[in-house]
Nanobody
Framework: QVQLVESGGGLVQAGGSLRLSCAGS????????MGWFRQAPGKERKFVAT????????YYADSVKGRFTISRDNAKNTVYLQMNSLKPEDTAVYYCAASRVAWGTLREAHEYVNWGQGTQVTVSS
């Protein structure tokens, strides 16, 4: 079991940047791939990005490729999501999640076993 706590959300103007953090505790954080998902009001939760156990491999949704960067610091048990050139359509609650495997293009929510409580990101036009 991994406990995850997101932070860093907020209100930003279009074109701005935010950096989300996800602090983990519990089972060995550095052994597992991590992901970020987002959920807009009235819509299903969608994949944003994933990173393997070491941070050496990443994968992004097409909608954020080139604007968002996922990274991790296993010494701090933390995964990050740097979001640049934000758009109003990026508005959502952002969730981090821990998988039970070390690597893979883990784009589906069911491939993750532990979730944070979410942090709100609002991008104004």
């Amino acid at each position: 079991q991994v406990q995850l706590v997101e932070s860093g959300g907020g209100l930003v103007q279009a074109g701005g940047s935010l950096r989300l953090s996800c602090a983990g505790s519990g089972r060995t954080f550095g052994n597992y791939a991590m992901g970020w998902f987002r959920q807009a009001p009235g819509k299903e939760r969608k994949f944003v990005a994933t990173i393997n156990w070491s941070g050496g491999s990443t994968y992004y949704a097409d909608s954020v490729k080139g604007r968002f960067t996922i990274s991790r610091d296993n010494a701090k048990n933390t995964v990050y999501l740097q979001m640049n050139s934000l758009k109003p359509e990026d508005t959502a609650v952002y969730y981090c999640a821990a998988s039970r495997v070390a690597w893979g293009t883990l784009r589906e929510a069911h491939e993750y076993v532990n979730w944070g409580q979410g942090t709100q990101v609002t991008v104004s036009s």
